[in-house]
């Protein structure tokens, strides 16, 4: 069979996807103000259902500026949103009251009492009367013009969880524990989440005449795929919109990718052959049909969508050398370039044989997680090593962790007759606030610094493990990250100067950077594009030219294998010593503040993550390694 133009469609649901969130956002908001215009014009209301969570935040902020620069007005809106927390006071900062207000309903000309959110303060026994009523609202105003959507990891939309049925009403709701979890993040853990919601039953979402259904990063990537392109199913609420006439997802690039239209591009197109494709088609044919590169035959190819490619190179075993070689050049031993080797197939140059090497790490464990075997190589071999630790990483310090400090000040002092007045007044002022401290509350000052000094004293301690003199550690507490709380503060002019100064204070041969899009609000993404905006601004300074940036992955994700441009393998000795870096980060260990879904320690995520990227080089059919640490090269 031959397919080289099978135009196969996989999906099952219109799509439309942006380069990034903020762009696919501006898009949304211009067709729910469309629709509030055109209800104006016909002197009618606009009845929207809205969502919560961090994927709508843009869009509210565009119809806001809409309001503010283009006139918009919501005075013809009725809004309904999708869920609350239960129990839930209105007034508290994780209600979904809280945050429509906050993020749209007090910056808008929207009636006070045109719009609706399930109140999560009603007795249990009012609960099924209330949610009838909440339908019935909805319905006598002719149903939701509009519906907003989330979607959860799990594929929950609204609160409808998995297994929830395709005709539920609004309902009150146990949440499932990727929910909890996903919300332990505003609710400081999971312990302090509520276990209950009311959300609107799909069958009322099903009704509504248009929905849009928006999600962005990788870590949405898994269930959008399910979404889009599996079966209807119960466990995946979300999938039900395959099944509404008039229903579309919007997403950005990086949560596309895992679409197929993206895996497998060949499959519904003709593409343009260029090497990073042939790489990516012939790993995936190698790795789906479970053979090595070298054992890839043109039967193989014809069979698999991808003639065309063959009949370009005439036989496989053209293409599997080629693309074989390819993927042997980016394994190597020496991060920093080989002195004195011919470096033509090499990730790295070899000159200078010493390099200036800077290391941004956005939280102060990042370096030695995601590429400790790395930065230890890059100190053996002799490079001048820097690191450059982004934020402070505060809020991941537990509160008793900060008092055991505080307390071994104190004890110290007394200890050594070092008595000060101004320790002892610390302590008890720490002390006295963490004693009272509240579920989720904001630290205090005095707290954040002393869990960011803890920070900071794992960090030395793991540059002293690997070999780094401390003048080449940079602690650069970046302000956007200090809020205090998990929401942070957009990346100002303040964050740029910082970076910027300390990339042309080290004036790096290499740099090395977080190139994490898991989470588009996350901290990895904000320092990456505070690294992106410095070097922009320093394009025309002179070392720019001698400049190349690697970017890592954080602790959970890895590059797709036939992205990776540098491989650095590391022995079952090596794993043990980076095993051993990471555990410098004591405060992060036996259970983190905000451990998420993953109960695994971070020593194992990375362990596991740098055994699987070998596996795949192996199953590849190139040697077996322990582990491997896997880089990409940023071309600005
Ligand atoms: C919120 C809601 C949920 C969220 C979903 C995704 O009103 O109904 O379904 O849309 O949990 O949340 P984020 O956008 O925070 O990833």
Avoid at 211 to 226: F, Y
Avoid at 244 to 261: F, K, T, W, Y
Avoid at 391 to 406: C, P, Q
Avoid at 410 to 437: I, P, Q, S, V, W
Wanted: glycine share 6%; proline share 5%; with cysteine.
């Amino acid at each position: 069979m031959s397919n080289g133009n099978l135009h196969i469609n996989f999906e099952k649901i219109p799509i439309s996807i942006f380069a990034s969130s903020e762009d696919a956002s501006k898009s949304v908001a211009k067709e729910i103000a469309d629709l509030i215009k055109l209800k104006q014009k016909e002197g009618k209301k606009a009845i929207l259902g809205l969502a919560t969570g961090s994927s709508p935040k843009k869009v509210y902020a565009e119809l806001i500026r809409l309001h503010k620069q283009e006139g918009l007005s919501f005075k013809n809106v009725i809004s309904f949103n999708l869920d609350e927390y239960y129990p839930m006071q209105p007034a508290s900062p994780q209600s979904y009251h809280w945050f429509m207000k906050e993020n749209l309903f007090d910056h808008v000309d929207i009636p006070k009492d045109s719009y609706f959110v399930p109140d999560g303060t009603i007795g249990m026994d009012t609960v099924k009367s209330y949610c009838a009523a909440y339908e019935k609202k909805i319905n006598d105003l002719g149903g939701l013009d509009f519906q907003l959507l989330g979607i959860g990891r799990n594929g929950h939309i609204g609160f409808n969880e998995p297994g929830s049925h395709i005709d539920s009403l609004t309902r009150l709701i146990t949440l499932d524990f990727t929910t909890r979890s996903d919300a332990g993040l505003d609710f400081g853990g999971l312990a302090n989440v509520p276990r209950k919601a009311i959300t609107l039953g799909i069958k009322k979402i099903m009704q509504a005449k248009r929905i849009v259904l928006i999600a962005w990063g990788e870590h949405k990537s898994p269930i959008i795929r399910q979404t889009v392109e599996g079966p209807v199913v119960e466990q995946i609420p979300a999938s039900y919109l395959q099944g509404h006439p008039n229903a579309q997802i919007v997403m950005d690039e990086s949560c596309a990718a895992g679409l197929s239209r993206r895996k497998t591009p060949w499959l519904f197109d003709s593409v343009e052959w260029d090497m990073p494709m042939i790489k990516k088609a012939v790993t995936n044919l190698a790795l789906s049909l479970e053979k090595s590169v070298l054992m890839l035959t043109n039967e193989d190819y014809n069979e698999n969508g991808l003639s065309e490619l063959l009949a370009r190179y005439g036989e496989a075993y053209d293409i599997n050398i080629e693309v074989f070689n390819r993927i042997q050049h980016t394994i190597t031993g020496w991060p920093g370039g080989k002195p004195n080797a011919d470096d033509t197939h090499r990730p790295e140059r070899a000159n200078p044989a010493r390099k200036r090497v800077l290391i941004f790490s956005p939280h102060p464990d990042d370096d030695i997680i995601s590429m400790g075997g790395t930065f230890q190589r890059l100190v053996d071999q002799g490079h001048e090593v820097h690191v450059a630790y982004q934020t402070s990483g505060n809020i991941a310090v537990a509160d008793d962790e900060a008092l055991r400090f505080i307390e071994f000040v104190r004890d110290f002092n007394a200890r050594f007759a070092l008595h000060n007045e101004a320790t002892d007044k610390m302590y008890f002022e720490a002390n006295g606030f963490l004693e009272k401290k509240k579920k989720g509350e904001k630290d205090s000052e005095a707290v954040r610094a002393i869990k960011g000094l803890i920070r900071v004293s794992e960090a030395k301690n793991t540059c002293r493990f690997v070999g780094v003199p401390q003048e080449n550690t940079h602690f650069l507490n970046m302000p956007f990250y200090e809020t205090g709380m998990v929401q942070k503060k957009p990346l100002g002019e303040e964050d740029y100067t910082i970076v910027a100064n300390v990339i042309r204070e080290v004036k790096p041969h290499q740099i090395y950077a977080a190139g994490d899009l898991a989470d588009p609000h996350g901290t990895h993404k904000v320092c990456l594009d505070a690294v992106i905006e410095a070097l922009h601004r320093l394009k025309k300074e002179p070392f720019m030219k001698d400049c190349w940036t690697w970017l890592y992955k954080g602790a959970w994700a890895e590059w797709d294998i036939d992205l990776i441009e540098m491989a650095v393998p590391m022995s079952p000795d090596q794993v043990m010593r980076k095993r051993m870096g990471i555990f410098k980060h004591q405060s992060q260990k036996d259970g983190v503040v905000y451990q998420g879904t993953d109960a695994r320690e971070f020593w194992q995520r990375a362990e596991d993550r740098n055994q699987a990227t070998a596996l795949l080089y192996n199953k590849l059919g190139l040697a077996e390694y322990a582990a491997m640490e896997a880089f990409v090269r940023l071309k600005i």
